[in-house]
T-cell receptor
Framework: DVKVTQSSRYLVKRTGEKVFLECVQD?????MFWYRQDPGLGLRLIYF???????EKGDIPEGYSVSREKKERFSLILESASTNQTSMYLC????????????FGSGTRLTVV | RKEVEQDPGPFNVPEGATVAFNCTYS??????FFWYRQDCRKEPKLLMS???SGNEDGRFTAQLNRASQYISLLIRDSKLSDSATYLC??????????FGKGTRLSVIA
């Protein structure tokens, strides 16, 4: 089974801190994605990447950046954390054949205080 | 109009009931369709793909109606363990999956 691992399950950070969320997948998938999920708003795409060193903005990229230096790792960076970035962050990966859908990591619940 | 729309529910049904969820999509170029299940405070997990001819997996049946642009999920003989949020998902080519906001199901003893 594909495994997508997110480095932290729970994080508490202070306003203004730079925050790194790490995601690693072990199945050589080309595509990786970062979403946030908030009650009533569903899953919202922040950034995605189709290959190493490639990145594309999703629907809500403001306040975030990403890094994909290696195929298996996709990092989400909050440049200066704010309270409105308190959320559940979900990483996902998908192979080149989209018929199998995504595999998600278990999520990081970030609280910015 | 949102690209994928679902009735948010909640659907509260007794054990053993049959329940159906619908999901409509707006882009006729949508090619692949899935149902995901998400338990409270957990990540979404693939429940089943949806094929043009319809498909069944145990108590779960998924159907696609391209002409009317909707997909459905039918759950027969509901179990308490079926309580979750069910997400409708569509794909258009090599683009990120588009998720509905989910339909919440509570199966009551």
């Amino acid at each position: 089974d594909v495994k997508v691992t997110q480095s932290s399950r729970y994080l508490v950070k202070r306003t203004g801190e730079k925050v790194f969320l790490e995601c690693v997948q072990d199945m050589d998938h080309e595509n990786m994605f970062w979403y946030r999920q908030d009650p009533g708003l569903g899953l919202r795409l922040i950034y995605f990447s189709y290959d190493v060193k490639m990145k594309e903005k999703g629907d809500i990229p403001e306040g975030y950046s990403v890094s994909r230096e290696k195929k298996e790792r996709f990092s989400l960076i909050l440049e200066s954390a704010s309270t409105n970035q308190t959320s559940m962050y979900l990483c996902a990966s998908m192979g080149s054949v989209s018929n199998y859908g995504y595999t998600f990591g278990s999520g990081t619940r970030l609280t910015v205080v | 109009r949102k690209e994928v729309e679902q009735d948010p529910g909640p659907f509260n049904v007794p054990e053993g009931a049959t329940v159906a969820f619908n999901c409509t999509y707006s882009n006729s170029a949508s090619q692949s369709f899935f149902w995901y299940r998400q338990d409270c405070r957990k990540e979404p997990k693939l429940l089943m793909s949806v094929y043009s001819s319809g498909n069944e997996d145990g108590r779960f049946t998924a159907q696609l109606n391209r002409a009317s642009q909707y997909i459905s999920l039918l759950i027969r003989d509901s179990k308490l363990s079926d309580s979750a949020t069910y997400l409708c998902v569509v794909i258009r080519g090599n683009t990120p999956l588009v998720f509905g906001k989910g339909t919440r199901l509570s199966v009551i003893a």
